[in-house]
């Protein structure tokens, strides 16, 4: 049986099998990206539901695990040497469940360099533009009335979807094989739904990215991961 003693997170989201990796998380666009990886891999795990307020990503035990108060994080039992690991950052997790697994890292050292390119591409770019666009169309920005921001970050969503459109092409899914940076990438793009700004990125005008969305969306693995933890407790 693992020791998570020194998990102070442990004390307020209790594991009810400690021997299986905690994912501590959220259904958001980073939040679900390691849950639909767990599930694709067939790794057990728990979930526990983390919500956004300050009450739970504010909190010590959060903050003990994730200092920079922001989902997903996990502990893993089993981590390197078979000594528990705690980790942050959803682009980090996903390389260390997949350096794990050996598993939807690329089929070769060079896909695998080129999976790691567009996972970064992802966190660096894609993910916060795309998340200040929703700031600024759906939440507290969007009563500000100066309309240079939400226009900025709408070219920027733009312009980003046309890089990624070129690069997908008639494949598939984006480097060789089903990969985590299509894992890191298609929870973004679904997210232009609940923000309700696909037409003002123009997302009609990309029919290879809708058709790759759709296949996305439609792996047993992936509906799960969306759900989990569930938004409602």
């Known amino acids: 049986m693992a020791d998570f003693s020194a998990f102070p997170i442990t004390q307020r989201w209790t594991p009810r099998d400690p021997s299986v990796l905690q994912l501590f998380s959220f259904p958001t666009p980073n939040g679900v990206k390691v849950a639909i990886a767990l599930?694709?891999?067939?790794?057990?795990?728990?979930?526990?539901?983390?919500?956004?307020?300050d009450a739970?990503?504010?909190?010590?035990?959060?903050?003990?695990l994730s200092p920079n108060n922001k989902i997903p994080a996990i502990i893993d039992p089993d981590g390197p040497d078979g000594e528990p690991i705690g980790l942050f950052e959803s682009g980090a997790i996903l390389l260390y469940l997949g350096g794990k697994t050996g598993r939807l890292m690329?089929?070769?050292?060079?896909?695998?360099a080129k999976v790691t390119q567009w996972l970064m591409w992802q966190m660096g770019g894609l993910g916060p533009m795309l998340g200040q666009l929703g700031y600024f169309a759906k939440f507290a920005g969007a009563q500000i009335e100066d309309p240079r921001p939400r226009q900025r970050y709408t070219d920027e969503a733009r312009r980003l979807l046309s890089v990624l459109s070129g690069a997908l092409g008639d494949r598939e899914w984006l480097v060789d094989d089903f990969s985590i940076a299509d894992i890191a990438i298609a929870p973004w793009l679904n997210a232009l739904n609940f923000y309700g700004t696909k037409d003002a990125v123009g997302w009609s005008d990309f029919d290879n990215l809708d058709s790759y969305l759709n296949r996305f969306m439609a792996r047993d693995a992936v509906k799960v991961g969306m759900v989990t933890p569930p938004r409602e407790g």
């Open 106 to 112: 690329g089929a070769d050292s060079a896909s695998s």
């Open 39 to 53: 599930e694709e891999l067939g790794l057990p795990y728990e979930a526990h539901r983390v919500t956004l307020s």
């Open 56 to 64: 739970d990503v504010r909190s010590p035990e959060f903050l003990s």
